[in-house]
């Protein structure tokens, strides 16, 4: 998508409900989809706070990590709201019942490496001695094209439900040969949540067509590509602003 078809950026007064919009300000907001596989988080004053924090250009690498990390952290929890459950009764500690649920099954994390591997720390937090593996795809020099340089999974992953990783969505090209190499390996499609900061239309809309069982979880849809395929107005490189910046 060039800048010229780029879609006009949503916006709506953000802030505490019980504030009259008046006093509120306007902010950008993510561009819904029709796609009823992706999941956008709600777009409280919180996430767009943190958001702000790490898109803006000033902002350094250790408060780029900070924010990113409690962003990564809402991410994961709304992942973990999409695993079926179980009727779970326990008793309290003062004797009483408690009808609740549980989840049946086991999960492990998959992050597309680089950037991948910055949420991985998030999806610890929340599952203990959770398994990680790890895939590798980098853009052919000759072809162009996603090519797939290395992975490594639990040996047991068919039986497992699967957390990708992966902040930044643009065309989606890494991503749908991540979902093909997951399959390759006996993960059903409706076993996979792909997990993900900033999304463009067309990245999030291409994954979600080729793989309509598998959940997006994004906290932001973009308004879109540049000619270069950087999502807009996006937040650069998030490998080298976690990693090294």
């Not at 004053?45 to 962003?71: C, E, K, V, W």
């Not at 490496?113 to 998030?122: H, L, V």
């Amino acid at each position: 998508m060039s800048t010229e078809s780029q879609t006009t950026a949503p916006s709506q007064c953000v802030g505490p409900e019980y504030r009259p919009s008046t006093q509120k300000p306007t902010a950008t907001v993510s561009t819904p989809l029709k796609q009823e596989n992706v999941h956008i988080l709600p777009q409280t004053p919180q996430l767009i706070a943190l958001l702000t924090m790490i898109r803006d250009h000033q902002t350094g690498r250790a408060d780029f990590i900070f924010y990113s990390n409690r962003i990564i952290r809402l991410l994961v929890e709304e992942g973990l709201n999409h695993l079926p459950v179980v009727e779970h009764e326990i008793k309290t500690p003062v004797g009483r019942s408690y009808a609740g649920v549980k989840f049946e099954g086991k999960i492990c994390g998959v992050s597309i490496m680089r950037a991948g591997e910055s949420m991985e720390q998030g999806l610890r937090d929340c599952c203990r001695s959770v398994r990680i593996g790890k895939i590798l795809i980098q853009r052919d020099e000759e072809t162009s094209k996603p090519k797939l340089y290395y992975d490594k999974l639990p040996e047991d992953i068919a039986d497992r439900w699967v957390l990708l990783l992966d902040p930044m969505l643009a065309t989606g090209g890494s991503a749908l040969m991540a979902i093909d190499v997951l399959k390759s390996r006996g993960v059903p499609e409706e076993h996979i949540l792909f997990l993900n900061l900033i999304a463009s239309p067309e990245g999030a809309k291409n994954l979600a067509d080729a793989f309509p069982k598998v959940r997006v979880v994004t906290a932001f849809v973009d308004q879109g590509l540049d000619e270069k395929n950087y999502i807009v107005p996006g937040l650069g490189d998030f490998g080298d602003r976690f990693y090294t910046m």
